[in-house]
């Protein structure tokens, strides 16, 4: 069942939004789940968010421009590119190192995601935020 999963993802990246509506929210954060607790923690988030940097690294240099960074972006966060790679590059520079990239998405993710700060993402609101980026 997981190697579904793992092919499911490697053709729906970058964006996991269509992930959301062709897999079953359980199935994604069993995935996630990789201590097996039941729950995605932030770890379990930014190490799936870890794999994402290499597919939308085209030039392969290891960082994200602003133009690789949108392509992680989905839906009407992609409208709002300039803001967040301002706010996500804490360090300057043109691009954005694996850390900022992490903790732009650590930063989504107790915004955004965790919403009840339980520090999980429960299917409820995984199905929550996609429903939303879309
Ligand atoms: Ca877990
Ligand atoms: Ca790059
Ligand atoms: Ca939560």
């Given at each position: 069942?997981?190697k579904a999963?793992l092919a499911g993802l490697?053709v729906?990246?970058?964006?996991?939004?269509p992930m959301a509506?062709?897999q079953?929210?359980e199935r994604v954060?069993?995935?996630l789940?990789?201590?097996?607790?039941?729950?995605?923690d932030l770890?379990?988030?930014?190490?799936?968010q870890?794999?994402?940097i290499?597919q939308?690294?085209?030039?392969?240099d290891?960082?994200?421009?602003?133009?690789?960074f949108k392509?992680?972006l989905?839906?009407?966060?992609?409208t709002?590119i300039?803001?967040?790679?301002?706010?996500?590059?804490?360090e300057?520079?043109?691009?954005?190192?694996?850390?900022?990239?992490l903790?732009?998405?650590a930063?989504?993710?107790?915004?955004?995601?965790d919403t009840?700060?339980d520090?999980?993402m429960?299917?409820e609101?995984?199905t929550s935020?996609?429903?939303?980026?879309g």
């Open positions: 069942m997981k999963i490697a729906m990246s970058p964006a996991l939004a509506t062709a079953q929210p954060i069993a995935y789940d990789k201590n097996a607790d039941g729950k995605c770890n379990e988030y930014l190490g799936y870890v794999s994402r290499t939308v690294d085209k030039d392969g290891g960082e994200l421009n602003q133009a690789e392509e992680s989905q839906g009407k966060a992609k709002n300039a803001v967040l790679f301002k706010g996500a590059n804490s300057g520079g043109r691009t954005l190192s694996k850390k900022e990239f903790g732009y998405q930063w989504v993710f107790k915004t955004f995601i009840d700060n520090a999980f429960s299917q609101e995984w935020i996609m429903s939303k980026s």
